[in-house]
């Protein structure tokens, strides 16, 4: 079972900053959180991932909560193209053998014109 | 620049007759993955493979099989295919997870929708 909790869906306008907020409340200390998303009839795309400090690249920025139970990936300035189903994942590196991403619902973003 | 291509980007096939799928990278990554994503479902992991090491899922039903014949390509077989074997499926590919540092990113293809009449 995934173990993370979104919200199934959300609505931005275009131009506005999109927050999708992500509860893993259960992570260990050696879990990263990781974002991926979907666009629509394609594969999942990598968007970010971080372990405690905040993140930020040409894509997004990801603020995790100092507990560390929470995040938010922040897409600044939301297009029509960010439409997209997110997916947060919490994943240990060091997992051995197991490499499994254990993928949850995600939350479907519409960012409207 | 593909990196992760699937072919067909669609396949129709008959109940009960089998068919492959296929997956081609030009990354050099040591871990190669098949998913199964249903309408509005996250996507499910059926196996992997680390080089030439396949690892099953405990669920993935016998119905499915996969051949790694090189780095570059992973096949998946689904022998005799029903009605509830269409969905989109996706090929993924990472980094060798034993080297330091190394992240759990993983980079996918566009998928092959299959549908089975």
Same mark, same amino acid.
């Given at each position: 079972?995934?173990?993370?909790?979104?919200?199934?869906?959300?609505?931005?306008?275009?131009?506005?900053?999109?927050?999708?907020?992500?509860? =893993?409340?259960?992570?260990?200390?050696?879990?990263?959180?990781?974002?991926?998303?979907?666009?629509?009839?394609?594969?999942?795309?990598?968007?970010?991932?971080?372990?405690?400090?905040?993140?930020?690249?040409?894509?997004?920025?990801?603020?995790?909560?100092?507990?560390?139970?929470?995040?938010?990936?922040?897409?600044? =300035?939301?297009? !029509?193209?960010?439409?997209?189903?997110?997916?947060?994942?919490?994943?240990?590196?060091? +997992?051995?053998?197991?490499?499994?991403?254990?993928?949850?619902?995600?939350?479907? !973003?519409?960012?409207?014109? | 620049? +593909?990196?992760?291509?699937?072919?067909?980007?669609?396949?129709?096939?008959? $109940?009960?007759?089998?068919?492959?799928?296929?997956?081609?990278?030009?990354?050099?990554?040591?871990?190669?993955?098949?998913?199964?994503?249903?309408?509005?479902?996250?996507?499910?992991? *059926?196996? =992997?493979?680390?080089?030439? &090491? $396949?690892?099953?899922? +405990?669920?993935?039903?016998?119905? $499915?099989?996969?051949?790694?014949?090189?780095?570059?390509?992973?096949?998946?077989?689904?022998?005799?295919?029903?009605?509830? &074997?269409?969905?989109?499926?996706?090929?993924?590919?990472?980094?060798? *997870?034993?080297? +330091?540092?190394?992240?759990?990113?993983?980079?996918?293809?566009?998928?092959?929708?299959?549908?089975?009449?």
């Amino acid at each position: 079972d995934a173990k993370t909790t979104q919200p199934p869906s959300m609505d931005c306008a275009e131009g506005r900053a999109a927050n999708l907020p992500c509860n =893993h409340s259960t992570i260990s200390g050696n879990e990263y959180v990781y974002w991926y998303r979907q666009i629509h009839s394609q594969g999942p795309q990598y968007i970010i991932h971080g372990l405690k400090n905040n993140e930020t690249n040409e894509m997004a920025s990801l603020i995790i909560t100092e507990d560390r139970k929470s995040s938010t990936l922040i897409l600044p =300035h939301a297009t !029509l193209r960010d439409t997209a189903v997110y997916y947060c994942i919490v994943r240990a590196h060091n +997992a051995g053998n197991n490499r499994k991403l254990i993928w949850g619902l995600g939350t479907s !973003l519409a960012v409207n014109p | 620049d +593909a990196m992760v291509i699937q072919n067909p980007r669609y396949q129709v096939t008959q $109940f009960g007759k089998p068919v492959t799928l296929s997956c081609s990278q030009t990354l050099n990554h040591n871990v190669m993955y098949w998913y199964q994503q249903k309408s509005s479902q996250a996507p499910k992991l *059926l196996f =992997h493979y680390y080089d030439k &090491d $396949f690892n099953n899922e +405990a669920d993935t039903p016998d119905n $499915f099989q996969s051949r790694r014949p090189n780095t570059s390509f992973c096949f998946l077989d689904i022998r005799s295919p029903g009605l509830g &074997d269409a969905a989109m499926y996706l090929c993924a590919t990472s980094r060798d *997870l034993r080297l +330091a540092g190394t992240s759990y990113e993983q980079y996918f293809g566009p998928g092959t929708r299959l549908t089975v009449t």
